[in-house]
C-alpha cells in the first residue's frame, strides 16, 4: 500500500488540524464542519497530482487551447455518517464524480470493549473500471474501511483505489496494510501516537461524528 502522509509538509492543512483538534474551538459545529471540508479540498488537489488524464482542446472564444483532464471517471464513496463533510469537500473539487454512501458502525453485543462491525445502508455507483476514492475522517482500528472495501469489492472491480483520512493511529495503518491490496493509496492528513483501551485514537480530536452533526443515541 502506497502511504501519503500531507502534514509532513508545513502548509494551511496543519492550521486548519490544529483547529479541529482544539477543544477551544471545535465545539462549534459549524466551524468543525467547515474545516473538515476544507481539509477534504486539500486532500482533493493534493491525490490530483497522481491522477491519470488525458489531453484535450478547449474551444474558448478566441481560439482553441490544448490542455488536460482526468480520464479515469471518479467514484466518492464516504462512511455515513462522519464521512459526509469530508465527501463534500473532495466533492467540491471532483464536481464530476459520482458518489456513493455507506454505514459502517461499531457493534458491541455485550456492552463492554470489544465490538465488531455492522455494514448496513448502501447507495454507491457503479465502480467498475473507476477510480474509487474511500472517504473516512478518522483510521482508528481500520476494521470500519476494511469491511466497507470489503462490500464495495462485491459491486465490481474498480481500476484506482484511494482511501482518505484526516486522521490515523499506526495500529490502523497495519491493518489496511495486512488486509487489502498492494496497489492501494492511502491518504492521510495527520498521524497521531497509538490507540487507547478503548480503541480510540490519541491524542486524537474525540467523535468527529458527533462534533459534526450532534451526539447520537
Known amino acids: 500500500m502506497q502511504i501519503h502522509h500531507l502534514s509532513k509538509d508545513n502548509s494551511v492543512l496543519n492550521h486548519f488540524l490544529g483547529q479541529i483538534r482544539n477543544v477551544d474551538v471545535q465545539n462549534d459545529s459549524m466551524r468543525f464542519r467547515r474545516n473538515i471540508e476544507r481539509i477534504g479540498e486539500i486532500m482533493a ?3 490530483s497530482k497522481t491522477l491519470k488524464y488525458k489531453e484535450v482542446e478547449i474551444k474558448t472564444p478566441l ?10 471517471p471518479l467514484v466518492l464513496c464516504s462512511i455515513l455518517r462522519a464521512g459526509l463533510q469530508l465527501h463534500l469537500g473532495f466533492l467540491n ?4 464524480a459520482h458518489n456513493g454512501f455507506i454505514s459502517a458502525y461499531r457493534h458491541h453485543p455485550n456492552n463492554d470493549d470489544y465490538f465488531d462491525i455492522l455494514v448496513e445502508y448502501q447507495a454507491i455507483a457503479d465502480i467498475n473500471n473507476k477510480c474509487v476514492l474511500l472517504i473516512d475522517p ?14 464495495l469489492m462485491e459491486r465490481g472491480l474498480p481500476k484506482e483505489i484511494h482511501i482518505a483520512v484526516v486522521i490515523a493511529a499506526p495500529e490502523g495503518i497495519a491493518h489496511l496494510e495486512k488486509h487489502l491490496p498492494d496497489h492501494c493509496h492511502l491518504w492521510i492528513a ?10 480510540y485514537i490519541v491524542p486524537g480530536l474525540g467523535d468527529a461524528g458527533d462534533l459534526a452533526y450532534g451526539n447520537k443515541l
Open 45 to 47: 488537489y493534493e491525490m
Open 63 to 72: 481560439g482553441i487551447k490544448k490542455t488536460t483532464e482526468i480520464a479515469t
Open 93 to 96: 473539487y471532483f464536481d464530476d
Open 138 to 151: 478518522m483510521l482508528a482500528t481500520g476494521q470500519s474501511i476494511v469491511a466497507v472495501f470489503n462490500k
Open 190 to 199: 495527520d498521524l497521531d501516537e497509538k490507540l487507547d483501551e478503548h480503541s
